[in-house]
């Protein structure tokens, strides 16, 4: 859910009818970092990692998402790690780490795509 910034004076009275509040008085510097923790998560929300698997044998790692298995794996030949989601490659990259993170990233932005 993306949240417009003219849209946090009516989610400030939410909250405060939430926390049961008088909308008409000031709100003290404990109650805007409350609110302001709140808002945070609101407007953008965490979205888990994806959870590796691995097979030794190959130097495989996969991940499966609702947007299909991404897969990192070791290429003797470039001697480099390559990423893919389903079979579309998503680069090649020094280390594994940099492949899941390439992979994390792609995943991330669908999902937001999907929040948008």
């Not at 965490?46 to 996969?62: C, G, Q």
């Amino acid at each position: 859910m993306k949240t417009e910034p003219t849209e946090a004076g009516d989610m400030l009275y939410k909250f405060a009818e939430m926390r049961g509040w008088d909308k008409n008085k000031l709100i003290g510097w404990s109650e805007a970092a409350d609110f302001a923790d709140w808002f945070a998560n609101q407007s953008s929300p965490k979205i888990k990692p994806l959870e590796w698997n691995s097979s030794h044998e190959d130097y495989t790692h996969w991940a499966k998402s609702n947007f299909g298995t991404y897969c990192v794996q070791y290429d003797v030949q470039s001697k480099k790690w390559l990423a893919f989601r389903r079979i579309n490659q998503i680069g090649k990259f020094e280390t594994e780490q940099e492949g899941k993170q390439a992979c994390q990233g792609n995943y991330e932005c669908r999902v937001k795509e999907c929040l948008e």
